[in-house]
């Protein structure tokens, strides 16, 4: 399976940008579709994540994104969706979508078998 990450960008503190994260290959060993990011310097940090096997999509957050980002799913086109809201400069990071065999949601990097390459998102005005 591949990931494709899109959709960073330089925003502004307050405004909004969307990733997307397509998947291409054999999926249905998978249960969820994460996002993570990684700022400089610092470690990756689990951000959000999504069931993608079942017809119900369960949606988990980070406390430090709760509220301001919004994780979906489009199962036609295999594509998960981050919407960043009301964006902080703290929110500046590489953000990595990756999916997850466990059968549970997990926050562990480790848990996460496949990876997109990541794309850059700057908060900044």
């Known amino acids: 399976v591949q990931l494709q990450a899109s959709g960073g960008g330089l925003v502004e503190p307050g405004g909004s940008l969307r990733l997307s994260c397509a998947a291409s290959g054999f999926t249905l060993d998978y249960y969820y579709m994460g996002w993570f990011r990684q700022a400089p310097g610092k470690g990756r940090e689990w951000v959000s994540c999504?069931?993608?096997?079942?017809?119900?999509?369960?949606?988990y957050y980070a406390d430090s994104v709760k509220g301001r980002f919004t994780i979906s799913r489009e199962s036609a086109n295999n594509t998960v969706y981050l919407q960043m809201n009301s964006l902080k400069p703290e929110d500046t990071a590489i953000y990595y979508c990756a999916l997850s065999s466990q059968g549970y949601p997990s926050m562990a990097t480790a848990d996460y078998e496949s990876w997109g390459q990541g794309t850059l998102v700057t908060v900044s005005s």
């Open positions: 999504i069931t993608i096997s079942r017809s119900d999509s369960s949606d």
